[in-house]
């Protein structure tokens, strides 16, 4: 657990900020603020699944390149581009879901 308190606080004060930041004016009400912080969230999620999905793909690339047959780095790699394409896509999921 000691290995994880840096992430957890990082984590912690990204999200106290981002109301902050997500605030649109004076006279917003509460529904424009969480309309403001969803949209970064699925900003920040639409980056860091364009990330993973370049980190799969290098897994990937070294992992034939190197003719290794260690499935677990594979597996990795192709789990990391399925997770990346997810966040990428997350905004497009909730629109056509109806959720946002």
């Known amino acids: 657990m000691k290995k994880f308190k840096p992430v ?3 984590v912690a004060t990204i999200l106290t900020t981002t109301a902050g930041y997500a605030l649109p004016g004076n006279n917003a009400s ?4 969480v309309a403001s912080i969803i949209g970064i969230v699925l ?7 364009i990330i993973l999905i370049i980190a799969g793909v290098l897994t ?3 992992a034939l390149a190197l003719k290794d047959n260690d499935i677990d780095i594979k597996s990795r790699g192709v789990h990391l581009v399925g997770i990346g394409i997810v966040l990428a896509g997350l905004k497009l ?3 056509a879901a ?3």
């Open 60 to 62: 990937l690339v070294k």
């Open 8 to 10: 957890l606080y990082a």
């Open 43 to 49: 900003t920040l999620a639409k980056y860091i699944g």
């Open 93 to 95: 999921l909730l629109a």
């Open 30 to 33: 509460r529904v424009q603020l």
């Open 98 to 100: 109806g959720l946002i």
